[in-house]
């Protein structure tokens, strides 16, 4: 009898320190939204599932892996296993006392069979902000790919503004000869939106404006209107038939990359681009190098604010694909070109909540704003703040320029 009343005391013992069900010490709301970009969202939260996680399937056992789509999230590969966003509530942690050891915070979503378990009450909490801000994305994207062309999404109810949003006061006498074509594509009709691309397109196209480049020579294309046609139709049609011997030649995209896992060659990914059939809907960076060379142009200008890994940020992969370490060579280029580009090698290009820009666009644009004259100048001197800027969203980014900044120097003037 007494052996009896020590096993139940040992028992409710354990029931009090696991709890009732456990109690819930942190419910996801806005505040909660991570302001960094929905790939890089993902990226972090298979990081910290890998990291410091003990999932479980309710009456599925284990898992122990995690795939994340537009719409959901699955653990393991039971297909039946598959937490879709728009059905589920949002998620919540709940501390089930230290009894529990290794599983003591718990990730729950109502209307959902998996939960995820951590050690660390930190880990939990951020897994679940994070898990929150993939929710709430999916519903942004979804609601954008309903809309009409052209039109915002109603969830794009915040105008961040900062120095660079107010165009500089330049000077510059009219250039007659001087032609652009300004890409900037965020929204896309089947793969997640690129962050304030289109809206650095437009800026960067006021820029020109008050570098001297005339409103008719600057052919500016975003989202539906930059498909893989309107995009050829620029380049190779519209540009060459304007440019002369004596001209200047800016090209700016922004905008997701992908890399093409069979060859490693870049492509950028127009509206309608699909990733899985990259040979067929994108459009090859080693086509637009080659189409600009044929321009017989003074100088060509080219800057990227995109990246063609596949790991992330400003650029998308073919589904079952890995992200690239290295990427085929795109050839050298001709003599009358530079191109800036957001990222060294596999690096990923990211954009800033803080500024509502491209890291890259920003301070390339606030370089030109400052007084910085020359693509060199320019390069070298936002080097290390995009590098800074960068670090403070968890991501390794580096400009690269071509040719090297010594053989450039004294040429390829923005701001004349």
């Known amino acids: 009898?007494?052996?009896?009343?020590?096993?139940?005391?040992?028992?409710?013992?354990?029931?009090?320190?696991?709890?009732?069900?456990?109690?819930?010490?942190?419910?996801?709301?806005?505040?909660?939204?991570?302001?960094?970009?929905?790939?890089?969202?993902?990226?972090?939260?298979?990081?910290?599932?890998?990291?410091?996680?003990?999932?479980?399937?309710?009456?599925?056992?284990?898992?122990?892996?995690?795939?994340?789509?537009?719409?959901?999230?699955?653990?393991?590969?039971?297909?039946?296993?598959?937490?879709?966003?728009?059905?589920?509530?949002?998620?919540?942690?709940?501390?089930?006392?230290?009894?529990?050891?290794?599983?003591?915070?718990?990730?729950?979503?109502?209307?959902?069979?998996?939960?995820?378990?951590?050690?660390?009450?930190?880990?939990?909490?951020?897994?679940?902000?994070?898990?929150?801000?993939?929710?709430?994305?999916?519903?942004?994207?979804?609601?954008?790919?309903?809309?009409?062309?052209?039109?915002?999404?109603?969830?794009?109810?915040?105008?961040?503004?900062?120095?660079?949003?107010?165009?500089?006061?330049?000077?510059?006498?009219?250039?007659?000869?001087?032609?652009?074509?300004?890409?900037g594509i965020e929204h896309y009709r089947s793969i997640p939106k690129s962050d304030y691309s289109r809206n650095d397109a437009h800026l960067v196209k006021g820029y020109l404006k008050t570098l001297g480049f005339q409103e008719r020579n600057i052919d500016l294309i975003t989202d539906e209107k930059a498909t893989k046609t309107d995009i050829e139709k620029s380049l190779e049609a519209w540009l060459p038939n304007r440019v002369r011997k004596d001209s200047r030649v800016f090209v700016y995209f922004s905008g997701h990359g992908a890399p093409e896992p069979a060859t490693g060659e870049a492509y950028l990914v127009p509206y309608d681009g699909d990733p899985n059939y990259l040979p067929v809907t994108g459009y090859r960076l080693k086509r637009l190098y080659d189409s600009l060379g044929k321009l017989e142009a003074k100088e060509i200008i080219v800057v990227l604010d995109s990246c063609f890994s596949g790991g992330g940020g400003r650029s998308v992969l073919a589904k079952g694909a890995r992200p690239l370490v290295m990427m085929a060579p795109t050839g050298a280029l001709p003599s009358n070109m530079a191109v800036l580009s957001a990222t060294q090698g596999s690096q990923i290009s990211t954009s800033s909540p803080e500024k509502g820009h491209g890291v890259l666009t920003y301070y390339f644009l606030k370089a030109i704003k400052d007084g910085k004259k020359d693509l060199a100048e320019i390069y070298e001197h936002i080097l290390p703040q995009v590098e800074d800027d960068a670090k403070q969203l968890n991501v390794q980014q580096s400009p690269s320029i071509r040719p090297d900044t010594e053989k450039i120097k004294g040429r390829f003037y923005l701001v004349k």
């Not at 939960?115 to 897994?127: D, G, M, P, R």
């Open 1 to 183: 009898m007494k052996k009896s009343s020590a096993v139940s005391s040992t028992i409710v013992f354990l029931w009090l320190l696991i709890g009732c069900g456990g109690v819930i010490i942190h419910q996801t709301s806005q505040p909660d939204l991570q302001p960094i970009p929905y790939n890089d969202v993902k990226m972090r939260a298979q990081k910290v599932f890998f990291e410091g996680h003990n999932p479980s399937v309710r009456f599925r056992g284990t898992g122990k892996a995690i795939k994340f789509t537009e719409d959901g999230f699955r653990i393991g590969t039971d297909p039946q296993v598959f937490c879709e966003y728009e059905v589920t509530g949002n998620p919540y942690v709940k501390d089930w006392g230290p009894a529990a050891l290794d599983s003591q915070f718990g990730v729950h979503l109502d209307g959902c069979d998996v939960q995820t378990w951590f050690k660390q009450k930190e880990s939990a909490i951020l897994f679940a902000q994070l898990l929150y801000t993939l929710k709430q994305q999916a519903v942004e994207n979804k609601v954008a790919r309903n809309l009409p062309a052209g039109t915002a999404s109603p969830i794009e109810t915040k105008t961040i503004k900062t120095d660079i949003d107010e165009l500089p006061a330049i000077h510059s006498e009219p250039q007659q000869n001087a032609y652009a074509v300004v890409i």
